[in-house]
T-cell receptor
């Protein structure tokens, strides 16, 4: 079935350093890949997304890259700040035969940014 | 606040009782998704609804769980005869459409079964 693998499960960086989170997906028909940030006690917040017709997208300190051939995509956060500490989830839109738009999520990465 | 609204935020039930979780989508959104999150895990898709229609319930347990999105009012996720294993955070998301429309999430309902 459809699957998304996310690594690493935990990531600790010093403030100002970069953080990279990687995901691979199994459904070659997937064409939409959002990233969510979840803080304790809150719902996932969409921070950036990318569609399969582009290879890279950037929004200030956050960038996402997509390699459709290898079926993997990555989140890059530069100049990290303590408020970036949270759990980050990647997801892929699972099309399959039903094309309902449901999201298949990775297992999450707990990012800790040390001051 | 025009975001996705879920209530209650916390719900405690005893085994065998019923749980009703409510979700009001963002203004202008007519597509609703329900996801379940177990501790230390990612979100798992349960069901996708449009107004008055269930479009995809492939992630929904076959028994005890049901969902609706009436013409008027919020979407409801209903769990009958709850068991300990139903304890989780339940999140609702809404979007303007399918395709590549972003899904925006509420802050969830944390269900605890005693």
């Amino acid at each position: 079935g459809e699957n998304v693998e996310q690594h690493p499960s935990t990531l600790s960086v010093q403030e100002g350093d970069s953080a990279v989170i990687k995901c691979t997906y199994s459904d070659s028909a997937s064409n939409y890949f959002p990233w969510y940030k979840q803080e304790l006690g809150k719902g996932p917040q969409l921070i950036i997304d990318i569609r399969s017709n582009v290879g890279e997208k950037k929004d200030q300190r956050i960038a996402v890259t997509l390699n459709k051939t290898a079926k993997h995509f990555s989140l890059h956060i530069t100049e990290t700040q303590p408020e970036d500490s949270a759990v980050y989830f990647c997801a892929a839109r699972g099309l399959g035969s039903s094309n309902t738009g449901k999201l298949i999520f990775g297992q999450g990465t707990t990012l800790q940014v040390k001051p | 606040n025009a975001g996705v609204m879920q209530n209650p935020r916390h719900l405690v039930r005893r085994r065998g009782q019923e749980a009703r979780l409510r979700c009001s989508p963002m203004k202008g959104h007519s597509h609703v998704y329900w996801y379940r999150q177990l501790p230390e895990e990612g979100l798992k898709f349960m069901v996708y609804l449009q107004k008055e229609n269930i479009i995809d319930e492939s992630g929904m347990p076959k028994e005890r769980f049901s969902a609706e999105f009436p013409k008027e009012g919020p979407s409801i996720l209903r769990i009958q005869q709850v068991v300990r294993g139903d304890s989780a955070a339940y999140f609702c998301a809404s979007s303007q459409g399918t395709g590549n429309q972003p899904q925006h999430f509420g802050d969830g309902t944390r269900l605890s079964i005693l």
